[in-house]
Nanobody, 122 residues
Framework: QVQVVESGGGLVQAGGSLRLSCAAS????????MGWYRQGPGNKREWAVT???????NYADSVKGRFTISRDNAKNTVYLQMNSLKPEDTAVYYC????????????????WGQGTQVTVSS
C-alpha cells in the first residue's frame, strides 16, 4: 500500500518562512513527478509546483521566486521551502506523487497526502 504523508505546516507571520516535507512510502516500482497543490479558504484546489524525477521543476506564477522545491530520490521525499510568505499563501497544502506500483509499464497513478495547513498572518 502506498502512502503519501506531508509535514511541516504551521502558523507564520507575513514575510516569514516555512518548510514542508512530503514522503512517499510503501511498496512500489517507481516514482515519477511529485509536487504540491494548495487550497485556500473558499477557493478551488490549485497547482503550485511540480518536480520531476530528474529534478526539473515548474512553479505557478503565484509562488515563483518565493518557493523552492527539492527532492531526495533516495528517501522518496520532496521538500518545499516557502519564503516571503504572504497572507494569500494561507491554504491547505496537498502533496502528490505519481507512482507506478507494479512495473514500469502503464500509466502513473496519482497518490495524495492528507494535507497540511499553512496559515500566514498579516
Amino acid at each position: 500500500q502506498v502512502q503519501v504523508v506531508e509535514s511541516g505546516g504551521g502558523l507564520v507571520q507575513a514575510g516569514g518562512s516555512l518548510r514542508l516535507s512530503c514522503a512517499a512510502s510503501g511498496t512500489f516500482f517507481s516514482i515519477g513527478a511529485m509536487g504540491w497543490y494548495r487550497q485556500g479558504p473558499g477557493n478551488k484546489r490549485e497547482w503550485a509546483v511540480t518536480i520531476t524525477s530528474g529534478g526539473s521543476s515548474n512553479y505557478a506564477d503565484s509562488v515563483k521566486g518565493r518557493f523552492t522545491i527539492s527532492r531526495d530520490n533516495a528517501k522518496n521525499t520532496v521538500y518545499l521551502q516557502m519564503n516571503s510568505l504572504k497572507p494569500e499563501d494561507t491554504a491547505v497544502y496537498y502533496c502528490y506523487a505519481a507512482i507506478k506500483v507494479n512495473s514500469n509499464r502503464g500509466e502513473y497513478a496519482y497518490y495524495w497526502g492528507q494535507g497540511t495547513q499553512v496559515t500566514v498572518s498579516s
